[in-house]
């Protein structure tokens, strides 16, 4: 790839980006204070814009470069992997199929792991589990996988319903057995459904808000897990339980991350 690093922005060297065009350029980008213009070929230029350099740059594919950093994640009893390394889940691990895309929950964040670690961690067996803020619908499946008799997955966001529905088909997990739809807890539109289990990777600023929520939506004595909590926040998040009246709060850090488990 035959690129031309020419110093300037496009606003310091406005009146020079025709004569990139005239000489041929193919496209032209700004980036860390050089134009950068694409050509096919090398092309004469015109002395105003004669003090730049030519590069012959290595083509980078920077997805298959991101694809081959990937390693499996373990989380307690579960492997989270993309569908490629399928075959490096050990014995006796869950594995957990999780095609990277455009939904949060690849399985490598702190928050993810946690989470998964905590489900893997309770016996799901004939259990009812609400994951909010489901994203690539990593936690909904992961429970389904567990064992779960049944997985709802919410999320405000439209565009990780069918990447989540998606990725509970790539693991077998049958349509009875795990629903996404997009919402949250509190919107007013709430059905007064029960949980056994719910889990909750967000934020802590929305759990402070979503708490008594949380408390509505579980049977009592059900686990509450919530991460996605910066240490810094952790405060703001025992207090919030505390308020309403969760027990049995227990604190896990990783990093700057915090996993919070608790029960209704
Ligand atoms: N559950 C996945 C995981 O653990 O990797 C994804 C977690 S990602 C950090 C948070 C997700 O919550 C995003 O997909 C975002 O769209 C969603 N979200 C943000 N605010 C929400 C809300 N109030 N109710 C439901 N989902 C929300």
Redesign the pocket.
């Known amino acids: 790839m035959l690129v031309y690093h020419l110093p300037g922005t496009f606003e310091t060297r406005e009146a020079h980006l025709d004569l990139l065009w005239e000489a041929g350029a193919t496209g032209l980008e700004e980036r860390a204070g050089l134009i950068r213009a694409y050509f096919d070929t090398r092309a004469e230029l015109d002395d105003d814009i004669a003090d730049g350099e030519w590069r012959d740059e290595v083509e980078q594919d920077w997805q298959a470069q991101f694809k081959a950093t990937l390693r499996p994640v373990l989380a307690g009893r579960v492997t989270i992997v993309p569908p490629w390394l399928r075959h490096e889940v050990g014995a006796g691990q869950t594995a957990l199929v999780i095609e990277p895309g455009m939904?949060?929950?690849t399985g490598h964040?702190a928050?993810?792991r946690m989470?998964v670690e905590a489900l893997s961690a309770l016996d799901l067996g004939g259990r009812r589990v609400l994951?909010?803020?489901?994203?690539?619908g990593?936690?909904a499946i992961a429970a389904a996988l567990l064992g779960a008799e049944h997985a709802t997955g919410?999320?405000?966001?439209p565009l990780?319903i069918p990447i989540a529905t998606e990725n509970a088909e790539i693991n077998g997990v049958p349509p009875g057995r795990v629903a996404f739809a997009e919402?949250?807890?509190g919107l007013g539109d709430d059905t007064d459904e029960v949980y056994d289990v719910l889990v909750a990777?967000?934020y802590a600023e929305?759990h402070d808000l979503?708490a008594g929520e949380y408390a509505a939506a579980l049977r009592p004595g059900g686990p509450l897990i919530l991460?996605?909590i910066l240490t810094g926040k952790l405060a703001l998040v025992r207090a919030a339980l505390d308020r309403e009246g969760f027990g049995d709060v227990t604190v896990r850090e990783d990093g700057e991350w915090v996993l919070v488990t608790a029960t209704a």
């Open positions: 939904a949060f929950g964040h928050t993810t989470a994951d909010v803020g489901t994203g690539s990593v936690l919410l999320d405000i966001d990780t919402g949250s807890l990777n967000l929305l979503l991460t996605g």
